[in-house]
């Protein structure tokens, strides 16, 4: 299983920045893919997610509002769009999926390589 994030940048405060995650690798069933965070010196955080079962989507409380998260399943494809950038959004995003029936309690099974946000002031 292959994750493939891009679109991370350089934008100002207030900008916005929509990122993609590539799936591949697997077929194609009941599957979610996340979006994570990590800051330095932060412990990685959950963004937001998407179970493609149901199409029912999760953001943390710190985006919520701001990003939005969607699938192209012709293109195995998340997106996330994020608007209204701050400083704080700055870390290296990445990407993660969880086979099968989501279940939250348990971990994401496939990460791909981060892509870097930073957000400046």
């Known amino acids: 299983v292959q994750l493939q994030a891009s679109g991370g940048g350089l934008v100002q405060a207030g900008g916005s920045l929509r990122l993609s995650c590539a799936a591949s690798?697997?077929?194609?069933?009941?599957?979610?893919i996340g979006w994570f965070r990590q800051a330095p010196g932060k412990e990685r955080e959950g963004v937001s997610l998407?179970?493609?079962?149901?199409?029912?989507?999760r953001y943390s409380d710190t985006v919520k509002g701001r990003f939005t998260i969607s699938a192209d399943s012709t293109k195995n494809t998340v997106y996330l769009q994020m608007n209204s950038l701050n400083p704080e959004d700055s870390a290296v995003y990445y990407c993660?999926?969880?086979?099968?029936?989501?279940?939250?309690?348990?971990?994401?099974?496939?990460w791909g390589k981060g892509t870097q946000v930073t957000v400046s002031s």
């Open positions: 993660a999926i969880q086979l099968g029936d989501y279940d939250p309690g348990y971990g994401m099974d496939y």
């Open positions: 690798g697997f077929t194609f069933g009941d599957y979610a």
């Open positions: 998407i179970n493609n079962s149901d199409g029912s989507t």
